[in-house]
């Protein structure tokens, strides 16, 4: 089992950028894939970002390449998410996730079992 804990939120204007960490508790955390999801107001949560326990393997929406960029340090029990050039609609709160299983070609919420309580991210336009 491994439990998560989200930062790094806030308000920013539109082309600012963000840094979200995510710290796991456990001895196990190279032993997950790790991912990043958002939730607008009012919409379904969807998939940012995800990257295999090797951290060789990465996937993004396609709303965010280019300007997101998901990475891990195994050594420190943590995964993270830059964002730039931020835009209105990445508004949401962010959440992180982790599976026991091996990085998907296509992500999806139900895949993770494991959630954090989530960071919120304003962006003004």
């Known amino acids: 089992q491994v439990q998560l804990v989200e930062s790094g939120g806030g308000l920013v204007q539109a082309g600012g950028s963000l840094r979200l960490s995510c710290a796991a508790s456990?001895?196990?955390?190279?032993?997950?894939?790790m991912a990043w999801f958002r939730q607008a107001p009012e919409k379904e949560r969807e998939f940012v970002a995800a990257?295999?326990?090797?951290?060789?393997?990465?996937r993004y929406t396609d709303s965010v390449k280019g300007r997101f960029t998901i990475s891990r340090d195994n050594a420190k029990n943590a995964v993270y998410l830059q964002m730039t050039s931020l835009k209105f609609e990445d508004t949401a709160v962010y959440y992180c996730?982790?599976?026991?299983?091996?990085?998907?070609?296509?992500?999806?919420?139900?895949?993770?079992?494991?959630w954090g309580q989530g960071t919120q991210v304003t962006v003004s336009s």
């Open positions: 996730a982790a599976d026991p299983r091996p990085l998907t070609s296509s992500p999806a919420a139900q895949e993770y079992d494991y």
């Open positions: 456990g001895r196990t955390f190279s032993s997950y894939t």
């Open positions: 990257i295999s326990r090797s951290g060789l393997r990465i």
